[in-house]
């Protein structure tokens, strides 16, 4: 029976989404074609229909799902987007979580071009909190792109290392809870509301 070309297009969103689960979950190298085609529910055979290679799926889950943070991030405030972020519920949920956390350190040891989707995906995540700043602040657009670069990688970095802890060690919350005080103390205050 043939696919038409809708069809063929959900299912192939559909591993698109899958594969973006399972790399947050398990890492670019810990997923194999067969595995991820049968997560998706579909056969190994029917991959290549779909893409040139596995790092070409990378590169459109990661895109994918970095734009799906944002998404999810809109509208938040940045205090609260540190506390969601540098959080127990976060750290423990890698296959649902930001992209950055859970896969920056294999993006290293990837191709330029899955590099420059992480770039994008950075850039854009730095804007959509710059963004809170624009109005009515009082410190340099560099200053805020500082302030917000440095807040990331923290955010980032503890949720890595709290990942590297055993799940239940003091540890690995004793990491979430300083970063985010630490973090939230120096964020600027954001601009009072325009009336």
Do not use: W
Not at 20 to 42: H, I, K, N, Q, T
Not at 82 to 104: I, K
Not at 153 to 173: E, N
């Amino acid at each position: 029976m043939r696919v038409t070309k809708a069809q063929a297009q959900a299912n192939r969103e559909h591993i698109v989404e899958t594969a973006s689960v399972l790399f947050r979950e398990r890492g670019f190298d810990g997923v194999g074609v067969a595995d991820l085609m049968a997560a998706a529910g579909f056969t190994h055979g029917g991959f290549y229909k779909h893409f040139g290679s596995k790092a070409d799926l990378m590169a459109e889950a990661a895109a994918s799902s970095l734009a799906q943070s944002l998404t999810n991030s809109a509208g938040v405030g940045v205090p609260e987007f540190v506390n969601l972020y540098v959080s127990r519920d976060h750290r423990d949920g890698p296959g649902g979580g930001c992209t950055l956390a859970a896969l920056c350190g294999d993006a290293a040891r990837q191709s330029p071009g899955l590099k420059a989707t992480f770039a994008n995906g950075i850039e854009s995540t730095l804007a959509a909190l710059e963004s809170q700043y624009e109005n009515g602040q009082d410190t340099p657009q560099e200053e805020i792109r500082t302030k917000m670069l440095d807040m990331l990688a923290h955010a980032v970095g503890a949720i890595m290392l709290s990942r590297s802890c055993p799940d239940d060690s003091a540890l690995a919350d004793e990491i979430l809870e300083v970063c985010r005080a630490r973090i939230i103390a120096s964020l600027p205050p954001l601009p009072a509301p325009q009336s």
